[in-house]
């Protein structure tokens, strides 16, 4: 039989009082565990956005790269990519690379007779890229800031300028404008190759995003080449978030 049948009064009370305390702790630890889960949750959110912040790997669009080539003489130029991803748009055609006739004023010519101020493309690619330092600007501020930045990087005021009045109107309406020149990220994604050899290679790939708030970051120095010789200039640039 049954022991609790033999027990008296006092011994029941005190086993319900066991088997309650029981339960509470059981419940107790439940509420330890769910409590604990939640805060692993909402840390991992936490670091995600941290790590995003600073590296992002994704599917993202590198836009408008454009190509210029300034020979000191007039040369016929091949220019092949090797890009981490696919070719969306070129222009003039890509087809297994460009081969055209280069002015030192830096008109290209192609085998048809038609004349281009650069080599355009665009495409889709996986890579990391480093937002661990950079510039956070306000968004009025932006064009200024562009034409100081650029001029530090090497471009002149006429590749400048279109690189401004490409990227400015999606920028200049932001409270904030957090921006970083990525270098051997875009480089190792986005392979170029140039024959005959410059003499001197200028990339400008510019990452950023918008925000509402200011954004502390490090500042990037900013460095360019010395431009001489046969020279090669290439900027474009992606909104990462």
């Known amino acids: 039989m049954d022991d609790e ?8 009370i005190q086993l319900e009082m066991d088997k309650a305390e029981k339960k509470k702790g059981k419940e107790k630890w439940k509420r330890i565990i769910v409590w604990a889960i939640a805060v692993i949750a909402v ?22 790269p454009v190509i210029y080539l300034y020979p000191e003489d007039t040369t016929e130029v091949s220019v092949t990519l090797d890009i981490n991803g696919d070719l969306t748009t070129t222009y003039p055609k890509y087809e297994n690379g460009w081969t055209v006739t280069a002015d ?13 101020n650069y080599l355009y493309w665009e495409a889709e690619t996986d890579a ?3 937002m661990s330092e950079g510039f956070c600007v306000k968004g009025s501020e932006t064009a200024e ?7 530090e990087l090497g471009l002149t005021r006429r590749e400048a300028n279109e690189f401004i009045v490409y990227w400015l109107p999606l920028m200049e309406g932001n409270e904030y404008n957090v921006i970083s020149f990525q270098s051997e990220a875009y ?5 170029l190759y140039v024959n005959p050899e410059p003499d001197t290679l200028i990339r400008v790939f510019m990452t950023w995003y918008g925000s509402k708030k200011p954004v502390e970051i490090k500042e990037q120095k900013l460095t360019a080449p010395e ?9 474009g640039g992606s909104m990462v978030k």
């Open 187 to 191: 480089t190792d994604n986005a392979k």
């Open 5 to 12: 049948y033999y027990m008296t009064e006092e011994q029941r």
């Open 43 to 64: 840390l991992a959110i936490i670091w995600f956005a941290f790590l995003r912040d600073l590296y992002y790997e994704m599917n993202y669009t590198v836009r408008k």
């Open 128 to 130: 990391t890229f480093d």
């Open 227 to 235: 431009r001489k010789g046969f020279t090669v200039v290439e900027w």
């Open 104 to 116: 030192p004023d830096g008109t290209l010519t192609d085998d048809l007779g038609k004349s281009y």
């Open 145 to 151: 800031f562009l034409e100081n930045a650029l001029s």
